[in-house]
C-alpha cells in the first residue's frame, strides 16, 4: 500500500500573499483565527520575525492557552516534545548520508574556531551553517539542489587545522589531513549528492538521489524486490495493506538485496531508544484510554518495526477524537523518497483550539454532501464518507522533517484502507499561520504582483478566512475524497504522484470555495471570499512562486509542480474565451481573472480527470499532465518576476525556532511547565546538537 501525500505547504510567499495587509482588519482575523482575542493583543510587542540570510527567514511561533491547560496535559505535551526532539538526527541521516558527518564538522568550527570571526569567509561559513540547520542537511528543502557554499576551500581547510582535533568528528585511526580531504570533497564538489530527489524519469530515479533510502540498488531492482515481495505475501495469504517498505533502507550486501529496519536494535536504535522512552512517560499522563492504547501500540512498533503493528497504530490514533492534547510521531511522508515509498521521520506536539475547530466540524459534517456533489465519475467517489474529523490546532513543538520549515494542514493517516475503514483526522495549524501572517505586514509583495486595487481590497476583506478555509477543504476533504479502482495503488504513479494528489487535493478545495453551499453553511459571508481565493492561486501558480526557483532551473517541488499545473492548464484551456487574461501594464506582467465561474468550471473538469488517473493508477498520463504543465519554466517572465521581487528584500522561504519547555518541581514531583520563547536560531540549533544527538556520524 501507499501513501497519501497529505501535507499542504505554504512558506511564507505561498500562503501570506493571499492574506498581506489583512491583519489591520482586526475582527476578520480573529473571527476565523484559533488564538483568542486577550492573547493577541496583550502581546502584540512579540517578535515574530528574528533574522533572514540567503532565501531564508526565521520566525517564532507563540503557544496561547497553554497556561490554562492542566497540570497533566502540560506533561503530557513536555513529554512528547522531548520525543519530538529525539528523532532529529534521523532526519537528517535520512536526507543524505554525509549530513551528520558534515553538521558536526561545521559545528565544531563554528564553536572553535578562534581566527577572524568578522571576516567575510568565516561570516559566509555561518550562512552555509545556518543553511545547513534551515535545510536539515546539504539540500535545499524545496528544490532538493545541493547548497553551494560561498567561503573558500582554503578558509576551510585552515579553520579545521586552528580548531581542537578532539571535538572533530574523526574515524578511527583517521588522520586530520584525511579528514579534511574527505570534508572539501564533500562539501566543495558539485558531482557529489548532487540531488537530494531526483523525479527526472530520464534517468534512475534511485541512482540519481542522494537520500539515503537505499545502497547499493538500482530503481529497477528496487521495483521488482517490493513486487515480489507483495506477491509472496499475497501468495501466502498475509496482509498486503501494509505500506511496503515504509520503515527500512534497502540495501545490497554480497549481490542480495535486503531491508535494513528502523527500530529498537535496528538502524537508527539509539535515537528510537529514546523516542521510545518519552513516549513511554506519556503513556503514563495520557488523557484517555484510547490515547494511551495508541501509545503503547506506537511504541510496540518502533521496537518490533512492523508494519502490521503501524496500522494498528494508525487505526487506534484516528479514532481517538477525545483527548485535547494530539501528537504526529513516526515515518510517515513519503516526499523524499523518488520512488514515494520510504518515509522521512517528523512528529508535531499539538492540542485543539476548541473555538477554532467550529469551523472544521462543519465542513466534516457535511463531506458527504461534497463527495456526491463532485464533478468526478460516479464510480470513482465514495458512496458514504466514514470518520473524516477535523480540527484546528495549537502546535507545540515541531519536529524532524517538520521542524524548522513545517506545513500548515496535515491530513492523516496515509494508508488508503484505513482512511476508508476507519476515517482520518485532518489539522490546520492557527498559531503557525497567524506567524507567518504576522511576519509579512507590510512586505509589499501583494501590492506589486496583484492585477488591480480592486484584487487587494478583496484580499485584505476576505483572504483570510477564503484562505484558511481553502485548507481546511485541501486537507479534509481533498485528501479523503475518490477512491481507488480494485487492485490499485498509489505507487503506480511513481515520481508523479505527490503532484498529482497534491493537485487532487488543491482542486476539491478550489472547486467548493466558490460553491454557495459556503455561504449556506456560514462558512464564508461572501463568494467574494472564493473569487480572492481564485486570484491568489492564479497569481502565484502562474508567476509569483517562481521567486523560489533559480535562473534556468525547472518545477521540481511536488507542491509547487501542483499549483503550476492547475494554473497553466486552467490557463491554456481558457485561453480563447479569455477566463483569465495576461497584460501588461508600465512594463510589468500581470494575470487577471475575468470569468470566475468559467474557472471554476475549469478547476472540475481537471479534478475530474485527475481523479481518474489516481484511480486507474494511469502513469502516462500523470506524466504527460505534469511534463506538459508543470515543470517548464518562461524564462523571460521569470526574469522579470525575479528582479521585482529583489527590490522587496523579502527571503521567499520561512522556517521557526520551537519555544522551549522547562519543568518546576515541588520536591521530586513536577508542579508545573513553563513555555519559553527563544529568539535565536543559532543557539537552538547548537543546543539541539549537543542535547539530542544520539546517532553516529557515519
Given at each position: ?11 511564507t510567499?505561498?500562503?501570506p ?5 489583512i491583519?489591520?482588519v482586526?475582527v476578520?482575523?480573529?473571527s ?12 502584540d ?6 533574522e533572514?540570510?540567503g532565501?531564508?527567514k526565521?520566525?517564532r511561533?507563540q503557544?496561547?492557552g497553554?497556561?490554562?491547560l ?9 513529554f ?8 532529529r ?6 536526507n543524505?548520508?554525509?549530513?551528520l558527518?558534515?553538521r ?12 577572524d570571526r ?19 542537511g546539504?539540500h ?11 567561503f ?11 580548531v ?7 574515524a578511527?585511526c583517521?588522520?586530520?589531513e ?10 566543495f564538489?558539485?558531482s557529489?549528492?548532487?540531488?537530494r ?6 534517468g ?9 533510502f ?7 531492482e528496487?521495483?521488482?524486490?517490493y ?9 501466502a495469504?498475509?496482509?498486503?495493506r ?6 527500512t ?10 531491508e535494513?529496519?528502523?527500530k529498537?536494535?535496528?538502524l537508527?536504535s539509539?535515537?528510537?531508544e529514546?523516542?521510545v ?10 488523557e484517555?484510554?484510547?490515547?494511551k ?8 512498533y518502533?521496537?518490533?518495526?512492523s508494519l ?27 516526499y ?13 506536539v499539538?492540542?485543539k483550539?476548541m473555538?477554532?475547530?467550529r ?5 466534516s459534517d ?7 456533489n ?11 464518507v466514514?470518520?473524516?474529523t477535523?480540527?484546528v490546532?495549537t502546535?507545540a513543538?515541531?519536529?524532524?522533517e517538520c521542524?524548522?520549515?513545517?506545513p500548515?494542514g496535515?491530513?492523516l ?13 485532518s489539522?490546520?495549524?492557527?498559531n ?15 501590492e506589486?504582483?496583484?492585477a ?16 484558511s478555509?481553502?485548507?481546511d477543504?485541501h486537507?479534509c476533504l481533498?485528501?479523503a ?8 495503488t498509489?505507487?503506480?504513479l511513481?515520481?508523479y504522484?505527490?503532484?498529482i ?5 488543491d482542486?476539491f ?12 453553511l ?7 471570499a472564493g473569487?480572492?481565493?481564485y486570484?491568489a492561486?492564479?497569481?502565484n501558480?502562474l508567476?509569483t ?14 507542491h509547487?509542480?501542483d499549483?503550476?499545473?492547475i494554473?497553466?492548464?486552467v ?6 474565451e ?7 501594464r508600465?512594463?510589468?506582467t500581470y494575470?487577471?481573472i475575468?470569468?470566475y ?26 506524466k ?10 518562461d ?10 521581487y529583489?527590490?522587496?528584500n ?7 525556532i ?5 519543568i ?10 513553563k513555555?519559553?520563547y527563544?529568539d ?6 547548537m543546543e539541539?546538537s549537543?542535547?539530542?544527538s ?5
Amino acid at each position: 500500500m501507499h501513501f497519501l501525500f497529505q501535507r499542504y505547504y505554504f512558506f511564507t510567499q505561498m500562503k501570506p500573499l493571499r492574506i498581506i495587509a489583512i491583519m489591520s482588519v482586526t475582527v476578520s482575523v480573529m473571527s476565523c483565527g484559533g488564538q483568542k482575542k486577550d492573547e493577541k493583543t496583550e502581546k502584540d510587542d512579540f517578535k515574530y520575525l528574528t533574522e533572514q540570510f540567503g532565501d531564508s527567514k526565521i520566525l517564532r511561533y507563540q503557544v496561547p492557552g497553554f497556561g490554562s491547560l492542566s497540570l497533566k496535559q502540560k506533561k503530557l505535551i513536555y513529554f512528547l516534545s522531548q520525543s519530538a526532539l529525539c528523532g532529529r538526527d534521523i532526519t537528517w541521516d535520512q536526507n543524505c548520508r554525509y549530513n551528520l558527518l558534515v553538521r558536526r564538522t561545521c559545528e565544531a568550527v563554528y564553536e572553535g574556531y578562534k581566527g577572524d570571526r568578522s571576516s567575510a569567509d568565516f561570516k559566509n561559513f555561518t550562512l552555509y551553517l545556518k543553511e545547513l540547520w534551515f535545510n536539515n542537511g546539504l539540500h535545499h528543502h524545496y528544490s532538493t539542489d545541493k547548497t553551494q557554499p560561498e567561503f573558500s576551500k582554503g578558509f576551510f581547510v585552515s579553520a579545521l587545522k586552528a580548531v581542537e582535533p578532539s571535538t572533530l568528528p574523526l574515524a578511527g585511526c583517521q588522520t586530520l589531513e584525511q579528514f579534511t580531504l574527505e570534508l572539501t570533497k564533500i562539501i566543495f564538489d558539485p558531482s557529489i549528492a548532487l540531488k537530494r530527489v531526483s523525479l527526472d524519469p530520464s534517468g534512475d530515479l534511485v541512482l540519481a538521489s542522494a537520500c539515503n533510502f537505499y545502497d547499493g540498488v538500482t530503481q529497477k531492482e528496487a521495483e521488482e524486490f517490493y513486487k515480489n515481495l507483495k506477491d509472496a505475501d499475497a501468495k501466502a495469504k498475509k496482509d498486503t495493506r501494509i505500506s511496503y517498505g515504509l520503515n527500512t533502507k534497502l540495501v545490497k550486501v554480497n549481490g542480495r538485496i535486503k531491508e535494513l529496519p528502523w527500530k529498537v536494535g535496528g538502524l537508527y536504535s539509539p535515537a528510537i531508544e529514546k523516542i521510545v522512552f518519552w513516549l513511554d512517560q506519556a503513556k503514563t499522563v495520557a488523557e484517555t484510554r484510547e490515547q494511551k492504547a495508541s501509545l503503547e501500540k506506537l511504541v510496540d512498533y518502533y521496537r518490533t518495526g512492523s508494519l502490521v503493528s503501524w496500522d494498528e497504530y494508525n487505526v487506534l490514533w484516528v479514532t481517538d477524537l477525545d483527548a485535547l492534547v494530539d501528537f504526529v510521531n513516526g515515518f510517515i511522508e513519503s516526499y523524499g523518497d523518488p520512488l514515494a515509498m520510504k518515509a522521512g521521520w517528523e512528529s508535531v506536539v499539538n492540542f485543539k483550539d476548541m473555538e477554532a475547530t467550529r469551523r472544521t466540524k462543519i465542513v466534516s459534517d457535511n463531506a458527504l454532501f461534497f463527495e456526491t456533489n463532485s464533478p468526478t465519475d460516479a464510480q470513482y467517489k465514495k458512496k458514504e464518507v466514514k470518520g473524516i474529523t477535523a480540527k484546528v490546532i495549537t502546535v507545540a513543538q515541531l519536529g524532524g522533517e517538520c521542524d524548522p520549515t513545517t506545513p500548515i494542514g496535515i491530513n492523516l493517516p496515509n494508508a488508503n484502507w484505513i482512511r476508508s475503514e476507519h476515517g482520518s483526522k485532518s489539522v490546520t495549524m492557527d498559531n503557525i499561520t497567524y506567524a507567518y501572517d504576522q511576519a509579512s505586514l507590510g512586505n509589499g509583495f501583494l501590492e506589486e504582483f496583484a492585477a488591480s486595487p480592486e484584487e487587494i481590497a478583496k484580499i485584505r476583506e476576505y483572504g483570510y478566512a477564503a484562505s484558511s478555509l481553502t485548507t481546511d477543504m485541501h486537507e479534509c476533504l481533498g485528501h479523503a475524497s475518490g477512491q481507488l479502482k480494485p487492485g490499485i495503488t498509489h505507487d503506480m504513479l511513481k515520481n508523479y504522484h505527490s503532484s498529482i494528489e497534491e493537485s487532487r487535493a488543491d482542486l476539491f478545495a478550489l472547486y467548493y470555495i466558490m460553491d454557495p453551499k459556503m455561504e449556506e453553511l456560514g462558512l464564508l459571508k461572501s463568494l467574494k471570499a472564493g473569487e480572492a481565493e481564485y486570484d491568489a492561486f492564479i497569481r502565484n501558480g502562474l508567476m509569483t512562486q517562481l521567486v523560489r526557483i533559480k535562473p534556468g532551473k525547472n518545477i521540481e517541488e511536488s507542491h509547487m509542480r501542483d499549483r503550476a499545473l492547475i494554473a497553466h492548464w486552467v490557463y491554456e484551456k481558457g485561453k480563447n474565451e479569455k477566463i483569465v487574461e495576461r497584460f501588461s501594464r508600465d512594463g510589468k506582467t500581470y494575470f487577471r481573472i475575468n470569468d470566475y465561474a468559467g474557472l471554476r468550471g475549469l478547476f472540475g473538469q481537471l479534478l475530474k480527470e485527475i481523479q481518474r488517473i489516481t484511480s486507474e493508477g494511469d502513469y502516462q498520463a500523470a506524466k504527460d499532465l505534469i511534463e506538459t504543465y508543470a515543470v517548464k519554466v518562461d524564462r523571460e517572465l521569470h526574469k522579470e518576476v525575479l528582479e521585482r521581487y529583489k527590490k522587496l528584500n523579502i527571503a521567499p522561504y520561512a522556517g521557526f525556532i520551537n519555544p522551549s519547555y522547562e519543568i518546576v518541581k515541588q520536591g521530586d514531583s513536577i508542579s508545573d511547565v513553563k513555555v519559553i520563547y527563544p529568539d535565536d536560531f543559532a543557539t537552538q540549533m547548537m543546543e539541539y546538537s549537543k542535547n539530542y544527538s544520539f546517532l553516529p556520524v557515519r
